[in-house]
Structure formats: C-alpha cells, structure tokens
C-alpha cells in the first residue's frame, strides 16, 4: 500500500480541490427551492461529468417527478451512479452522498456570499461546503488519487449521489428497490460521510434518528385583512396555529403528544457507559452556538437527547408576515412546518396518526371555524449499526493512521433518510466516516469545511479503501 505517496499526491493538489469545491459551492442546489431546479440539474451533470472525465462508468438515472403541494409535477434531479473497478476478488464498497443543500440568503446573516466559496484563516464557507460537498469531493479525489498514480484501486469503488437529500431522499427509495439485484447486487458495504465529529477528535457514527416532518394548514377568512378593521371580529388563524404547534412540547422538552414517548427504546446501561465515556465539552458547546442555558446540564442526557430520544422542533410559518417592517396584517392562511426526529422503536407511520390525531383534538377544543389540515411530508426512520461489525474495525484503523488517535464512537441527531433503505433494501452493512468537523454550521449561516478536515478527510478515505480490502471476505 502506497500510502505515502498518495498522501503527498494529496497534499500536492490541495489547491486543485479548493478549486473544484469553490465550483461546487457556486451552483445554488437547493433542493427546497422549485425556482433553483435548473441549477440542480446542472450540479448533477457536473458531479457525473467529473465522474465521466476519470473515467467510472456513469449513470444519471432518471428517478421521475415529484407532486408540489399545488398539485404540480416537477422533474427529481436525476441520481448520478458511477462504478470504478469490477474485479470479482476485490470488496465493492458503494459511497453514498448528497450534493444539494439546504437554502442560503446572504441577508440570513451571513459573512460571505453563501455561494461564493471563501477562504478565512483556512476555514472555507459556503453553503454546502461541509453539507456535503466537501465529503463527496473529498471521496472522488481518493479515487483519483489512486488512479494518478496508477495505484490499483485496493476495493472496487461504486457512487450513489443524490440531489434530493435535503428534502428528503424523494424518489431514491424507488430506485434503490428497482436496482437491487443489478446495480447493488455487488456491492458488499455501504459508506456515507455525510455527518461531523462531536470534537476535534475523529469519529465513526453507528446511528442517525430520522425525520417525520409535518405541515400544518390552518385556512380562515378568503384573504388578509387589516387587523384594525377586522382584528377582534374575526378568529385568526395565526392565533389557532399558535395555539396548537404549543401544545406539541412542554418548556422543559417533554413531547406531549400521546403515545411518543412510550415508543422509544430505553437507554441501556451500556449506552449511558459509552456516552459518559465520550469527549465532549458542554462550556464550547454552548459558545459556538451561542447559548447562556442547555436544556440539559449532564452530558450524558444532553448527548441521548441529542443522539437518541425524539425531539420537536418547529421550523417556520409560511404565509405569515416575516418581512422587516411592521405589517398590521391578519394572514388568511398560514402553514407552520415543524419536525419530530425519530428514533428506535418509532414507527413514522404511527407517528403520522399519533400527530394527526393529537392536533384535531387540540384543534377542535378551540372551537373555531377555521379549518385544519396535517400532512405528514417526509417519514424517515432512524439508523443503527453494530459496532463490532469490520466495517468499523477497518475505520479505527485508518482513523489511527491518519489521525494517530483512537476515534469517537458516536450517534448523530440528524437524518440521512435513505440510510436504513440501503440497509432493509440491500441487506449490507452500513458505515459513516464522516470528516465534517464539530463547528461546521451545518443548514446555519457561515457554514464552513475547514481544509484540515478535507485534505485530511480525502487521506482518510485513501486509507479506509486500504482497511477495507483487509476484511476477510468470510468474516462477514
Ligand atoms: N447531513 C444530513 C442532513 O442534514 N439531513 C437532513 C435530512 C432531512 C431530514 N428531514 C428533512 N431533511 C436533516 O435535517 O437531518
Ligand atoms: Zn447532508
Ligand atoms: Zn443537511
């Protein structure tokens, strides 16, 4: 294994992956955004053309529309699919990432044009940059880095890269099942680096929580009214919203909607083990994000909390007033958006009734002639992984090559929603190597990669293709 030379090929092209991360960044992919479509499209092209030019066999598979809210269809991004090296002897390992983002407006408050990669002190900001396509760069340069050395490949290397993650995974569910027994029937192990560390330590993570993601619509007068002409005439729908979405969590945290909390798996005491044994500084916690007060003070329920209980979390109105200025509007229709992550033994169907039900009870008690409607729009369930499975073995090994420190095992609170699919889908073991850092701001203003975590990240996969072509094909 020629690592040392692959290491310094990497070093010698940091600028050349800057470079190809600041066009990336510059393709506005925001998945949430109908009007950005095109520019998805386009970044889907990119990420198969560069794939084209190193010479994969590639794919854009064509994965339908989707149905807007209005009734409109729409055409899904298509899923770039790239395969490097068939050699029967070898371990196929299929990396898995995302490259649409999240919405960004400079005037969110950001330092720098969201879209225009910029460099401060050697972090890079942009908006997609750690979420997730510095990880996905960072996996095809370590491809390529073999190939400009002519080092053969130690695994053969699969993609799947996706524009839909950010809303959801909509449409990849369908594909994975229609390619199971072609696209995906060698592949052995599945990657995703599409996560951060806790701390300035690398990390493995063995568990997300998924997403049930709600809209509630609450429909009154036929339009907006001035609120001095017909405020206390009229009963305001922002008001029932308002009422409803606080009876969804207490002030302490506690979910008040009946049956959710019962369904969660309780911590073990080999859980609560782990967790106390975890790095993890609830002072710098607090300062990066700006807080005076947790929710939590021990780090033990701080980290459950964050990694594996379900939480409510409300994400906005649409339709309500929020331009600066001072509007004396009564809006005729406002729908609030607000999410419930999931975790094991929560079943997103259940979850869907549970919320549903709950809200028109609340809502009927209010007695208001407005009208109610719940839908539920994504329904992700949570991930795990066992991790005395190899994969995870091959990962502490490469981590302590690269890095020379043993790596935290960790959960993470978000959702990669097509993770458990791969898994129930394909039958195959799962890993995330993520080499996102603590502090990257993901889906905040001022998101940022460092380049430590990217040119080290890219070494880090060269060596975990290595660890991984060491795993005893009969071990698993
Ligand atoms: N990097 C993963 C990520 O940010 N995933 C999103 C996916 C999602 C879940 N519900 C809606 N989108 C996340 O918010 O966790
Ligand atoms: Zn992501
Ligand atoms: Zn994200």
């Known amino acids: 294994f020629q690592y040392t030379e692959l290491v310094q090929y990497v070093d010698n092209h940091t600028e050349e992956y800057v470079q190809a991360l600041r066009e990336w960044v510059a393709i506005e992919s925001d998945s949430s955004n109908v009007l950005k479509r095109p520019d998805l499209?386009?970044?889907?092209?990119t990420t198969a053309q560069k794939l084209r030019l190193m010479g994969g066999t590639v794919e854009l598979v064509d994965i339908g529309e989707q149905e807007l809210p209005d009734g409109q269809t729409l055409a899904l991004p298509k899923v770039v699919t790239a395969t490097f090296g068939t050699d029967p002897n070898k371990h196929t390992v299929c990396v898995y990432g995302h490259v649409d983002v999240q919405p960004a407006k400079l005037e969110d408050g950001w330092a720098t044009d969201p879209y225009n990669l910029t460099d401060i002190n050697g972090n890079l900001y942009g908006r997609g940059a750690s979420d997730n396509k510095a990880p996905v760069l960072a996996w095809i340069h370590a491809v390529e880095a073999y190939q400009a050395l002519s080092v053969e490949l130690p695994v053969n290397v699969k993609f799947v890269i996706e524009g839909m993650e950010e809303t959801g995974s909509n449409g990849l569910d369908a594909m994975i099942l229609a390619q199971r027994d072609t696209f995906f029937s060698d592949v052995d192990y599945i990657i995703i680096s599409d996560c951060g560390w806790i701390s300035s330590r690398p990390a493995l993570t063995y568990g997300t929580r998924g997403n049930c993601y709600f809209f509630a619509e609450v429909e009154g007068p036929k339009q907006d009214l001035h609120s001095g002409v017909y405020g206390g005439t009229v009963i305001e729908p922002m008001t029932d919203l308002i009422g409803i979405l606080d009876t969804l969590i207490s002030p302490s945290g506690k979910i008040l909607i009946p049956g959710i909390r019962e369904a969660v798996a309780p911590l073990s005491d080999e859980e609560w083990k782990m967790y106390q044994d975890i790095q993890f500084d609830m002072d710098s916690y607090k300062s990066k994000i700006g807080v005076t007060q947790l929710m939590y003070s021990n780090k033990v329920d701080l980290l459950a909390h964050r990694w594996r209980y379900p939480?409510?979390?409300?994400?906005?109105?649409?339709?309500?007033?929020?331009?600066?200025?001072?509007?004396?509007?009564?809006?005729?229709?406002?729908?609030?958006?607000?999410?419930?992550?999931?975790?094991?033994?929560?079943?997103?169907?259940?979850?869907?009734?549970?919320?549903?039900?709950?809200?028109?009870?609340?809502?009927a008690k209010r007695k208001s002639p407005n009208k109610l409607k719940v839908t539920m729009v994504i329904g992700a369930k949570p991930w795990l992984a066992d991790t005395q499975h190899p994969l995870y073995e091959a990962g502490k090994a490469a981590i302590k090559r690269v890095f020379d420190v043993d790596p935290d095992l960790i959960r993470e609170g978000g959702t990669i929603p097509i993770a458990r699919t791969f898994q129930d889908v394909t039958g195959k073991s799962i890993i995330m190597l993520p080499i996102g850092g603590f502090d990257d701001g993901m889906h905040s203003q001022n998101e940022k990669m460092s380049r430590y975590n990217y040119i080290e990240g890219t070494k880090l996969f060269i060596a975990y293709l290595n660890e991984v072509s060491q795993i005893n094909k009969t071990s698993v």
């Open 41 to 45: 499209h386009r970044m889907m092209e």
């Open 311 to 363: 939480t409510v979390s409300v994400h906005g109105i649409e339709g309500a007033f929020s331009d600066p200025g001072s509007k004396t509007v009564i809006p005729a229709k406002v729908t609030a958006k607000f999410s419930i992550r999931q975790v094991p033994n929560m079943d997103p169907a259940m979850v869907k009734k549970q919320v549903t039900d709950y809200l028109n009870s609340v809502f």
